[in-house]
């Protein structure tokens, strides 16, 4: 069987917290990735989210808030319109970048959407996460990276995390050719691996015409559906 | 389409700190969705870990390593021939169980296996987890759970994630009546959720013959293949 | 023997998504707290982070990186002159605000600075944490503002973390009156007692003039001291 | 001013998942704190928690639950005799070990209990932390476990934890010659000053007779004291 995966869009938002115009090491270890997806054929779109303007808030446009602009009307496009969303994000003091936690808060704010199927929007999706640092936290940002994408309604493949991290303590950074990051057996597989897996699994997906929704609409709950669900208690 | 999940199998896994004889909160809610699968036709087995003589360590079986008695390679048949495994367990100071913890130990220590694709031996399994305390902790549970089995190659769905709390503070637990918690819409709807999540998800990987293998096999991988992974250093 | 808080400083900084033109539920309990103390003689400042402008980064002032306007330097400022720092934050998806991680991260930028005996320069002051939700999560949000606060020098009281959440699902908010949140009788003992500790500690570390510096100097371990440790590897 | 830690007792308890007949690279890491505590005539106790019989469950002595056999009074009795806690665990799969979870349950098993002023049992004590793996997650583990030991009554120094992980991906441990672990400059910085730091404020405390009992009394609040605790609900 040949694999084709031409049909599927993949959208990478890197949350460093740095814009354009600096270099950015997630970007480096996210290039991996893109260029997987480039060479299977997946149409591939990368953004940082700190280019753009998109304000604290819980509101899907946050002008209608008070907000003088807000970007994030077009930056839900893309997100929706893309079968895969890899967050990339850097680790400072353990954690996710503010810009990772600002962008989770907004994909959040739209969970009231449902979409044609009466599932939350975001079903039928696919989400992975990549990681660097210098020292510590790969896993622990993604055990909440990866939590609020399943949560919201995204599917997680096999190993949907990959990062890159150095020894404990402060020291060079994935691109910093000290740190030899880039032959990192580890990192490389990890990598290699999230991105087949986040194929493979969209592209189930996109064969099915979205996750299947028997059990699961949002909107035939709040009609008083419960398919095979019984409570003790009603009995 | 009708649906038929009865060619699956799921393993629910309670991490109670309590033995079968005395009441689980966690069970209660376990049930909910063991319901839902029986109902659906799905063979559904359930066990409590403490039961079961599952000591320390991260070997497949620690009589080997000293142990007097070792149920592991029990359990771990058992986890093998299930299509799904749900991971249950109670919240002690914001945390899963010492149970659940040491459950995903000894899964971790099977990582060396793989499958006949030379995939990780968990790869082809769907995962979720369901959570009860009294008062708090459910999603850092779940990032948690989750996070572990993905990382050990089970495949998330959407909303794998259910659980009841009661307010801040110490209270009734889920099956005190005065907690009323088998009311409560929200994890009612959570259950039902993740359990046909489970089943759709599981569903798709079984008519597929497990997780594609193109791109993650662990041999492949040792044996020097790389698919179209080509990292810029080696250029 | 009498207590006297009089020559303490405490800044609570709420790290609500909404600026001073909207309803802060976390303002609501951090309320409770600075009460106690300003009933103690402590002086107390007040700020929402939302109101000025703090761009994302990791230098100690972002206009030299290329911003605009940063108002950090004023926040480090207050965060200086302060004993005490109160995180206050809202829970979204289980995890602290954006704001609050950015805060964090702002903090962090700081760390090269040291005081006059060469600590780093949150030595000698005291942090807590306030928490408000409406359905899960103050014990993780805890836990990551916490740690961070003590991985940059701050001492922490017993039990310096606060909350409230209300069942598991969406429900209304600390002031919304049907939450009946201000009758609970655990957030306010945990609000109590984190308040007092705080000021105990404070008390105790202004008493001794700051942090004892002895063994935990920047400055001195930089230029080669290293009193009683000993390592191993160099015997 | 000479300083006199001589007074002072520490319990270090090591989570590893192995007992005494085999290596422990986290107790590797721990003897270079309890190294300094020696030198400065600390009174030092450590014990590897697995070689010891501890059930799981809650109660403060589970033989009265079923168990056979329960060492945990005896270990509790430690404890209580310390003046600082120092919990070492390692990392699997980016968590704190199941050991260490049991740990923190029974440990919060006994919070019923309070001292001769009405506080909670464990105020007056001081916690810290060291944690070994090879690849990931000082932080993330570090959380979870000062977290633990402060809402139980632990205070927390600044920089109360030290650890040791080597670069993303498995590989060799803290022990192990090739990790050249014991030349991180920065673990040794960091395990220097939690040591230092865990005597520094165990000294205050000790000189106080305990932490400050003003506002923090959980009989007292039990008997309706409320210090200047006032609830505006209640005006």
Known sequence: ???????LKTLFINCTLKDSSKNSHTEGLMTLSMNIMRAEKVSVEYI???DYTIPFGLQPDMTEDGAEKDDWPLIFKKINDADILVVGTPIWL???????????ERLYGMSAKTNDKGQYIYYGKTGGCIITGNEDGIKHVAMSTLYALQHLGYTIPPQADAGWIGEAGPGPSYLDEESGAKNNEFTNRNTTFMTYNLLHTASMLKDK???????????EWGDGTRW????????
């Open 228 to 235: 095979n669900f019984e409570n003790p208690e009603y009995r």
């Open 1 to 7: 069987m040949k694999l084709d995966f031409s049909n």
């Open 209 to 219: 015409g979205g996750f299947p929704a028997y059990g699961n609409s949002r909107k």
């Open 48 to 50: 940082r989210l700190v």
């Open 94 to 104: 353990g954690e996710k970048s503010s810009v990772a936690t600002l962008l989770i």
